[in-house]
T-cell receptor, first 111, second 112 residues
Framework: NAGVTQTPKFRVLKTGQSMTLLCAQD?????MYWYRQDPGMGLRLIHY???????AKGEVPDGYNVSRLKKQNFLLGLESAAPSQTSVYFC??????????FGPGTRLTVL | SQKIEQNSEALNIQEGKTATLTCNYT??????LQWYRQDPGRGPVFLLL?????KEKRKERLKVTFDTTLKQSLFHITASQPADSATYLC???????????FGGGTRLMVKP
């Protein structure tokens, strides 16, 4: 039982490049979330999903897109990376609106 | 707008003492509040959940209180240990009830 896994762990991009972050969970959770964490800002919700095939915007969705084609996977895409998107990205999942299980994070640097 | 405040300054205490962390919020009417622990370079880990009709909840050396009148939660660690050193985050469900909003966290340093 791996819990929540994230791929990759680290990535460096140049401005304008695109990439996809993958989150996978093996707990059969309905809800999945993408957060970013910046120093002094806490965790901020980017997008979330309440079930396979559904997505919704969070607090800071601009510049990101998501897809939930399979229940166990939640993908976060950056179409044209900007330096302001340098951050640590966390994925989380939960059965409902209770405790969330977090992945280990992806550290992204955009030059 | 909805706002959650945690003391951004680190809390330094001596081993064996009780650590008390504060979470204040405005413009929320949460049905429950959660506390998480985050170690450097890792994702947050759930610790406790307290509902609006519960004044206090305990788990081993941890105690959480929830005062919906004051709009405040206190998080206590009794008999603190250096291993308790971490950042502690509080989180509230939003008014729509479909997501959590996190505070900025308070870093706790327990000195031996």
């Amino acid at each position: 039982n791996a819990g929540v896994t994230q791929t990759p762990k680290f990535r460096v991009l140049k401005t304008g490049q695109s990439m996809t972050l993958l989150c996978a969970q093996d707990m059969n959770h309905e809800y999945m979330y993408w957060y970013r964490q910046d120093p002094g800002m806490g965790l901020r919700l980017i997008h979330y999903s309440v079930g396979e095939g559904t997505t919704a915007k969070g607090e800071v969705p601009d510049g990101y897109n998501v897809s939930r084609l399979k229940k166990q996977n939640f993908l976060l895409g950056l179409e044209s990376a900007a330096p302001s998107q340098t951050s640590v990205y966390f994925c989380a999942s939960t059965h409902g609106i209770y405790e969330q299980f977090f992945g280990p994070g992806t550290r992204l640097t955009v030059l | 707008s909805q706002k959650i405040e945690q003391n951004s300054e680190a809390l330094n205490i001596q081993e064996g003492k009780t650590a008390t962390l504060t979470c204040n919020y405005t413009n929320y009417s949460p049905a429950y509040l959660q506390w998480y622990r985050q170690d450097p370079g890792r994702g947050p880990v759930f610790l406790l959940l307290i509902r609006e009709n519960e004044k206090e909840k305990r788990k081993e050396r941890l105690k959480v209180t929830f005062d919906t009148t004051l709009k405040q939660s206190l998080f206590h660690i009794t008999a603190s240990q250096p291993a308790d050193s971490a950042t502690y985050l509080c989180a509230l469900e939003n008014n729509a009830g479909n997501m959590l909003t996190f505070g900025g966290g308070t870093r706790l340093m327990v000195k031996p």
